[in-house]
Structures are given as structure tokens and as C-alpha cells.
């Protein structure tokens, strides 16, 4: 703790704890300043709000920087895996190569579904949105795997985030098969956490499927860049269900529900539909003026971002990958022209240099995903499957704190104030 911050309202002055990070901006301590002023802080959207402290990831927005447990993404980008990452969010170290070895192997032998959970899919229509068929059965789960739903026990904690870690690349790549009307593929342990995942999405029973081992290493790089960022608006979503006490399936559905979101983990999707309907070089520029346009509620998919007013430094490593996947499969898509195009414009314009807007995560992940051959509605289920092991890790932090509470946030309340109930002939 550094100092103290005075705030006074009417005749009451406060001193309120400041307290230092590591790294990054001081925070000052106000759980008593309701009880000290009788007044709430205001922070809608809580732009400048700590909710907890953590262990897990730092970004600097203003620099690029993102850190996992102190590794900069670029490096974890370029030397590390998916599998190895999880384990450092979720232990706090790079594991040792036979930790890894282990983690991996328990990790495989969690991948497989109770068999009963694939009667769920037949419940939908075959035009459902992925996302909607991973919230239903991500929160089914809970009904399937009592053993690790006792947040308190934290040997149960750890069943449940592996179970979950290794369930997801099942249950999206089940969601897809259901779309397009191909039988399910089971895991094959053989495989690696990334490969296996692209054999029971494209993989037919009909023949063997070989994975491309420059496609593999490209989804397990976007994997890493979408593992865990903070406390954005799901893994806070994941948090504040944790804080009641709800089983952690739940907890990761509720998680789901507001990834899905545009403004959030659905901006990869709406970015390759806008890049799409783009369509040609020549028309970014009616695009860029609707972005800027006050009246018009268009914003540039995939630009942006609440943190950084920088480049998102997971763009930067995404740019690089549509290049190997472009080459790896021979891929001649006009759609990363336009992107790389529209980027140049809009950095160039002082609307966008002005509001610090620059591409974000969501920029060219799809360009890169449409390229491996997952369709858009795909995309969101993608960035779930890989944040999970992010949602898991902050939702065990949290269950660990011992300064954690149930969240309950108040309000400024500008309705009615009391008056007389008016019954209905008088009124
Ligand atoms: C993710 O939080 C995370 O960490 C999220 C994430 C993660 O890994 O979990 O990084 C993943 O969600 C990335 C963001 C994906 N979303 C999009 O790409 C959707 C498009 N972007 C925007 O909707 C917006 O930029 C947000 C939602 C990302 C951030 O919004 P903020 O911080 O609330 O900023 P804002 O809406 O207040 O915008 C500031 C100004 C506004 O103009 P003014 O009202 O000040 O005049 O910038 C403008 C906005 O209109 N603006 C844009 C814009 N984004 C912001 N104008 C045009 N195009 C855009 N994309």
C-alpha cells in the first residue's frame, strides 16, 4: 500500500487506502466509502473500476503489452502450445516437460461426453447458432458430472476445469457437425489437443482425416492469443455467477451466453461478414465514412477496444498467421486484401488516430478461420472453446480469494419516488 486518497463529499472527508499492483495503475481501496459517506461510486460500464485482484494476465493498453502470468502473448505466441499455456494460466508456472506430459495426457482422457449429452443436439434445429448450442449444453453439464461441482473441495475445482478445458473442443465441434448433418466424430487420444479438435470438425467416418500440421499450429497459436484478457465482460460475467456459489459449468455457460455478444467475442464474426460485404478494395471507403457517421450505429467490426488504445498485440500475431495459412492451403481469399486495406485507411484517418481505435483480436481471426474452412457462425464457438481455460483459471482465483464476496453491485436510482397506490377506476 503506497498512500492514501482523501475524498470529501458535503462535511465528511475520507482517506481511502491506495494500493499498488505489481504493475499498472494504483487502485484505491473504497469498500468502506459507502459506509463512511452514505454515498455510492458511479462507474456504468466500470471504465475505471478494479473488481478483484489477480495473479493471471496484465495488459498495458496504452503500450501493446499483454502478459500471462508475466510472459509477453508474443512470445507464448511463437514458443509456446495451448496445452502448455492452460497450464500456466491455470498453475501459474511453465510447467516442467513431463508436467506437461502429464497435464496433456489428463487433459486427452477428459475429452470424451457422457453419451447421453448428444441426444441435447437432436433438441435443436439444425440451423441453430453454435453459440446457442453451447450455452444449452455447456450448462447441461452440470447435470452429468456431480463429482466436480463442490467449488469448496479444490480437487473437485481442478476435475471440473479440466473437464471443461477438454470437453469444449467436443461439444463445438459436435455443434458443427449437427449443422451440416454429419455424424458426430469422437476424440482420438492420439492426436493433440488442436489436431484432435480439427478431426472431429472436418473429419468424416467415411476416410481417414489427415491434419495439416502448418493448420494445427495456426489454431493452436489463435487458441493462445484468445486464452484469457482481464477482466473483460465474460470472464466478469464468469466471476459474478462464481461469487453466488453456482457449480462451474454453470458459471462457464453464463460466461458463453455473453461472449456471444458483437461488442465482445461475436466481433469476429460480424468482422468477416462486414469484410465480406466490403466485398471490393474500392468500397472501404463508403465503409469508413459510415463508421465515423454519428448517425449511423455501423461501427468497424473487429477495430476497437475498451483496453487498448494501442495495437491489440494479439492482431499483430493473427496478421502474421493469415500469411502461413494462405500459403500452407494455397489460399487466395480477396477478403484479406480488403482487410489489410481497411486497416491501412482507417489508421490513417484522423477519426480513428483521434479515438485510438486500431484492430483488435477480432480483426483477422476470421479471415484465417474462414481460410482453415469453419463457417462464421463458427467463430464465436471457437473463441469460447479456447477462453475457457481463462474463464476457469480467473473463476478458481476467485473461489480461492479470501476477500471475495457475492458481487453485488448498487445503483443511482432516478425512478418514482414513494407514492399512493391508485386503484384502477380512479385512474
Ligand atoms: C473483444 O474486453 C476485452 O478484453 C475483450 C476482448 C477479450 O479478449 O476478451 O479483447 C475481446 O471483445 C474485442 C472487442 C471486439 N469488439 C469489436 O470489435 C466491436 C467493435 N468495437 C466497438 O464496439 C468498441 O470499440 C468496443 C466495444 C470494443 C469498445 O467500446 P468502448 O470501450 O465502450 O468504447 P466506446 O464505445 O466508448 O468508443 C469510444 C469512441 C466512441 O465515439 P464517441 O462516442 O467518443 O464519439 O470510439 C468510437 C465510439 O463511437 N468507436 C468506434 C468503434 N469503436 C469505438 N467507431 C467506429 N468503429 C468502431 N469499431
Redesign the pocket.
Known sequence: MTDTAKITLGDKTVDSPVLSGTVGPDVVDIRKFYAQTGAFTYDP?F?STASCESKLTYIDGDEGVLLHRGYAIGDLAEHSSFMEVCYLLLNGELPTAEELEAFDNTITRHTMLHEQLATFYRGFRRDAHPMAVMCGVVGALSAFYHDSTDIQDPHQRMIASHRLIAKMPTIAAMAYKYSVGQPFIYPDNKLSYTGNFLRMTFGVPAEEYEVVPAVERALDRIFIL?AD??Q????STVRLAGSSGANPFACIAAGIACLWG????G?NE??LNMLREIGRPERIPEYIAR??D?DDPF?????????YKNY?PRATVMQKTVREVFDALKVNDPVFEVALQLEEMALNDSYFIE?K?FP????YSGVILSAIGFPTTMFTALFALA?TVGWVAQWNEMISDPAQKIGRPRQLYTGPAHRPYVPVDQR
Open positions: 460500464g471504465t484468445h484478457h482481464e473483460n465482460a465474460s470472464t458483437p461488442a465482445h467475442g466481433a460480424a468482422a463508421a465515423k454519428k461501427r468497424l467490426m473487429g477495430f476497437g477496444h475498451r483496453v491489440d479515438k481505435l483488435n483480436v477480432d480483426f477462453r
